[in-house]
């Protein structure tokens, strides 16, 4: 497993586990969700062992001591683990540290390779503990021969700090596969030639809104553009549906394609000579008719005069290998770890 893979995914992961790793750093930004308290539905039993160099797994002890030395004394093994569909969900490692809890998950494909280096779970997953917290969930390993892919969870507690004893409860519905990133130049733009649009969609069935500056954002009086027929195709499920000046200010209009089932998504950035990076004032989302596709609107509030100093450029995520789907369901116990007085017993 390569150094350079792991680094890939753990970029999310807090500080305090990666001061011994090397930094690394990439654009795309991590989604999170937030649950409200759930009982679990299912009680396992695991036994947890000192420190991780006592566990078997040699996937998970290569993974961790490359993220960490001392995380991987942290997090203790778990051990858990449920197959559906030919593929086994397994609860590695955790580690709970006041309100904020760990988690090193893996999937393997038993039967076969459907499972690739570009894993997702997309938002198939689902994390419950006993009180209202937010969660993250990211991929930081893939082992070929196995065909595993190891993924991380990072959940913070809302108002209760979880304690020894507390059980946490993760599943999983699907896993994306054939995933591909692309970063370019959208020299299909001239920002020196930009028209003006006043062919604005009229109500548009808005599904959210992202951005630096979302109070520039007026729901209410959305002005975004009606998308073109002749759309330029970016990447297979991202193409260029718009763009243009519309009330003074830089919009440019990407269709995704079925997001619900791709996860398809991407951003349109700018930058000067000088190699920085200026992102959108704001962007929003709507749905196309057949609430598959989605429209996302990138806005700029640049002087119109002063975007020839500028290229514009696109980041891209998107999948065409299709998913794999099936129930996968642990649910574990979650203890403290203290290397510093156990990594001798």
Avoid at 47 to 54: E, G, I, Q, R, S
Wanted: glycine fraction near 6%.
């Amino acid at each position: 497993m390569r150094k350079e893979d792991l680094y890939h995914g753990i970029s999310g992961i807090r500080p305090a586990y990666l001061e011994e790793a090397d930094s690394y750093k990439v654009r795309k930004p991590l989604r999170w969700k937030k649950w409200a308290a759930a009982a679990c539905i299912c009680i396992c039993c695991g036994t947890a062992v000192p420190v991780l160099a006592a566990a078997d797994n040699k996937i998970a002890y290569e993974l961790l001591y490359h993220i960490s030395p001392s995380a991987a004394q942290k997090l203790k093994p778990v051990r858990i683990s449920c197959e559906d569909n030919g593929i086994k969900m397994e609860v590695i490692a955790a580690d709970i540290e006041g309100n904020k809890a760990v988690i090193l998950v893996s999937m393997q494909d038993l039967k076969g390779n459907r499972i690739d280096e570009t894993a997702d779970l997309f938002d198939s997953y689902s994390i419950h503990t006993p009180y209202d917290q937010t969660g993250g969930c990211f991929l930081v390993g893939y082992e070929d021969e196995t065909a595993t892919a190891t993924f991380m969870l990072e959940i913070e507690q809302a108002n209760q700090e979880l304690i020894p004893g507390d059980k946490i409860t993760f599943s999983a519905g699907e896993i994306l596969n054939g995933r591909k990133h692309s970063n370019f130049q959208l020299e299909s733009i001239d920002l020196k030639n930009l028209p003006v649009i006043n062919d604005l969609k009229e109500d548009p069935n808005i599904r959210g809104c992202g951005g630096m500056e979302l109070d520039a954002f007026d729901e209410e009086h959305a002005q975004l553009m009606e998308p073109r027929e002749e759309a330029i195709v970016l990447e297979k499920g991202a193409a260029l549906t718009g763009y243009g000046i519309v009330d003074n200010k830089l919009h440019v209009q990407v269709r995704y394609t079925d997001i619900l089932k791709t996860d398809n998504h991407g951003n349109i950035y700018l930058k000067n000579k000088d190699g920085e990076i200026i992102y959108c004032q704001y962007s929003a989302a709507f749905w196309d008719d057949n609430e598959a596709d989605s429209y996302e609107e990138y806005v700029f509030d640049i002087p119109v005069d002063d975007l020839n100093n500028y290229e514009i450029w696109g980041e891209f995520w998107t999948c065409s290998a299709g998913s794999v789907k099936g129930s996968w369901q642990v649910t574990f116990p979650l203890t403290y770890a203290n290397p510093s007085s156990r990594i001798n017993e």
